[in-house]
């Protein structure tokens, strides 16, 4: 698409070389690709989404930051092993930015009962 100077939309990337790394599979396979922080806060690694899972990870940040990075299981499994990795990659990337922040393990879950 770069030899025909058609642009993507949003500020896009076109997904010709590279793949969505939100999740192994995708059907239909994106076809633009966005670069998305890792950490809620926008700053630290990036990664190339697409607007699926751009927008589920986005979900996913607010929960953790909205209960301390303590999300049941229960609502955990429902964002994939992928997302989930790279989500909680963030979330200890922007915890030892903001150290008033939990980081709470899924061992620590286990003992409070959550």
Known sequence: MADTGISPPRGGLWAIDRACEGARFHSPTPLVLTEVALAPDGEGTTV??????????A????????????????????FGNVLRALAMTGWEDYCSRHPEMTNETDAALEANGV
């Open 48 to 57: 190339k989404l697409c607007g699926l899972c751009a927008d589920t990870l």
């Open 59 to 78: 979900v996913f940040q607010a929960l953790l930051v909205a209960h301390q990075g303590i999300v049941h299981w229960q609502v955990r499994r429902d």
